[in-house]
């Protein structure tokens, strides 16, 4: 008897070599996608940042104007076009915003000292290139952000909007029955009666899939009758992808579901070790 006996291992192989992935997909919206398995590469089509701008509250300047006092010819906020900087000059800018064209140096509003004329000057240990946060530091445009068959969670989702991208092709969940065997079996919230037990693995079950992504359709319950629990399969085999059973299968008169799948079809996997 021992020696017929499968590893839970080899009989997980088994089952998932007999079956092909579902191809189902649809599109959908981002603030829907959360918990749904992408179909698709994602393909960032723009750089992040997508200019060079500043890491910092402060003046951007020419480092090789420096050693100067500098007026200011523009202000640069975040959102604002700038304009390119006129030798000489330095531009009062604030954080996330797009670097002037011609700086290359910024220099922290806490570090500078105004003249009397307010002009700006600047320390003496400044390094040229300094709080700048270059183009595409994050993301690279045609970079692959995100790889197809990931289950996406919050922090994709906000990935996936940094590069702009709005919907996002999925795949549709599977779709299963949760089939329960048993007279014993009463619902929780039921009194129960010499004999009986209540229900658990239904919830068991039922939550895990959810926490998967899986669409549980339909639950089962049927006596250990045949009859009934061979018309429930079928039932449950028409309406999902997958079905699920607990109960009714170790070799007793009342255990009907290995009967009823070998009338049904065929039973691929058995005694488990």
Avoid at 89 to 114: K, N, R, S, Y
Avoid at 154 to 170: D, E, F, P, W
Wanted: aromatic share 4%.
């Amino acid at each position: 008897m021992a020696s017929t006996l499968i590893a839970v291992d080899d009989a997980i192989q088994h089952m998932l070599s007999a079956v092909a992935p579902l191809q189902r997909i649809e599109v959908v919206d981002l603030m829907a996608a959360a918990g749904r398995v992408l179909a698709e590469d994602q393909i960032a089509s723009c750089y992040v940042p997508p200019a060079d701008n500043s890491a910092m509250d402060g003046y951007a300047l020419r480092f090789a104007d420096a050693k100067a006092p500098l007026p200011i010819s523009q202000r640069v906020a975040a959102g604002q076009a700038s304009q390119p900087l006129r030798p000489g000059t330095c531009a009062h800018i604030f954080t996330g915003a797009e670097i002037p064209l011609g700086a290359d140096t910024v220099v922290m509003q806490e570090e500078i000292v105004l003249t009397a004329f307010d002009d700006v000057c600047v320390p003496s240990d400044i390094r040229i290139g300094q709080n700048i946060r270059p183009k595409g530091q994050d993301i690279q445009a045609g970079q692959c952000i995100i790889k197809a068959g990931t289950r996406l969670d919050y922090r994709h989702l906000g990935l996936l909007a940094s590069v702009g991208i709005a919907q996002v092709s999925v795949f549709l969940p599977i779709r299963v029955v949760l089939l329960s065997t048993g007279d014993e079996l009463v619902q929780p919230g039921e009194p129960l009666k010499a004999g009986q037990i209540y229900n658990s693995n239904r919830f068991l079950l039922q939550g895990f899939l959810q926490s998967q992504g899986v669409e549980v359709v339909r639950f089962i319950q049927v006596r250990d009758r045949f009859e009934e629990t061979l018309t429930a399969l079928e039932d449950a085999a028409d309406s999902a992808d997958l079905v699920i059973s607990t109960g009714g299968v170790s070799v007793g008169e009342e255990d009907h579901v290995k009967p009823a799948v070998e009338a049904l079809g065929q039973l691929s996997v058995w005694r488990l070790a």
